[in-house]
Antibody
């Protein structure tokens, strides 16, 4: 059974760095790609970036200067790090495998 | 970036009614590999998005066959043949041909 679960802090201070983890089960990260998608409350989703099955990465150019995606295949985990957070980075952050499987999402609030 | 324009923004339907949602792309979504990476997702209130249709017209496993997708290049349509109560929510088209992947603004399906 394929599952993805996001974890990380619910509250981040402005200008600080967000670190999220996506833990997957039921498939191998070397066989399927995992993307990060975020969604401000009441708005549509935004694709942030992707960890390809072969270890390559792709980023949304609007976020590329602040964003890093990595993985640990031995732990079945994909990581997101984004620096210089501002209030408009507030929203729900999802990880998804090929858009077929989605985590429950983690709500992140950027506030002092 | 590819802009996906969804219409209508809101759709009111009765149970059993057939409805269609349009998604128009600012550029062709035909990939060099011959596939067209246009997906349709449904997000029910308080839930993660769910993949309904991938690559224009392929029904995701477990999705009822009252959902169907069609189109090519820049014009795509999602049809629901006989709306059921569980279909209510926001529908998004999403393209994964050109990075950054992008989403339409969404179509909210509600009961009339």
């Amino acid at each position: 059974q394929v599952q993805l679960k996001e974890s990380g802090p619910g509250l981040v201070q402005p200008s600080e760095t967000l670190s999220l983890t996506c833990t997957v089960s039921g498939f191998s990260l070397t066989s399927y790609s995992v993307s990060w998608v975020r969604q401000p409350s009441g708005k549509g989703p935004e694709w942030m970036g992707r960890m390809w099955y072969d270890g390559d990465t792709a980023y949304n150019s609007a976020l590329k200067s602040r964003l890093s995606i990595s993985r640990d295949t031995s732990k079945n985990q994909v990581f997101l790090k984004m620096n210089s957070l501002q209030t408009d980075d507030t929203g729900t952050y999802y990880c998804t495998a090929e858009a077929s499987y989605w985590g429950q999402g983690v709500m992140v609030t950027v506030s002092s | 970036d590819v802009v996906l324009t969804q219409t209508p923004p809101t759709l009111s339907a009765t149970i059993g009614q057939s409805v269609s949602i349009s998604c128009r792309s600012s550029q062709s979504l035909l990939d060099s590999d011959g596939d067209t990476y246009l997906n349709w997702l449904l997000q029910r209130p308080g839930q993660s998005p769910q993949l309904l249709i991938y690559s224009v017209s392929n029904l995701e496993s477990g999705v009822p066959n009252r959902f169907s997708g069609s189109g090519s290049e820049t014009d795509f349509t999602l049809k629901i043949s006989g709306v059921e109560a569980e279909d209510l929510g926001v529908y998004y088209c999403m393209q994964a041909t050109h990075a950054p992947y992008t989403f339409g603004a969404g179509t909210k399906l509600e009961l009339k």
